[in-house]
């Protein structure tokens, strides 16, 4: 069985930051692509941003510049540095990975930007 666990949400004030973890576990032969996506109450869920096994990003026009995803050499947890954050990023972030020729996603992690 595989699995996706996200962790690092939380409450942080404008101009903070997070960083989200995503650990991919289970029986796992091949681990392709990983990312991260957002759903804000109302919205539909959005991309945020991408990486590929061998590094390459891909990342929503608007967050360029205060988000940062990464993977460990591992190539089985995927992190999201979110920075200079603002009330509009408040959203369920969910992870999503190619593991197996299969697409799993995480249950999501609640980020709330407030003060």
């Known amino acids: 069985q595989v699995q996706l666990v996200e962790s690092g949400g939380g409450l942080v004030q404008p101009g903070g930051s997070l960083r989200l973890s995503c650990a991919a576990s289970g029986l796992i032969f091949s681990i392709e692509n990983m990312g991260w996506y957002r759903q804000a109450p109302g919205n539909q869920r959005e991309l945020v941003a991408t990486?590929?096994?061998?590094?390459?990003?891909n990342y929503a026009d608007s967050l360029k510049g205060r988000f940062t995803i990464s993977r460990d050499n591992a190539k089985t947890t995927v992190y999201l540095q979110m920075n200079s954050l603002k009330p509009e990023d408040t959203a369920v972030y969910f992870c999503?990975?190619?593991?197996?020729?299969?697409?799993?996603w995480g249950q999501g992690t609640q980020v709330t930007v407030s003060s």
């Open positions: 990486i590929t096994s061998s590094g390459s990003t």
């Open positions: 999503k990975a190619r593991i197996n020729l299969s697409y799993y």
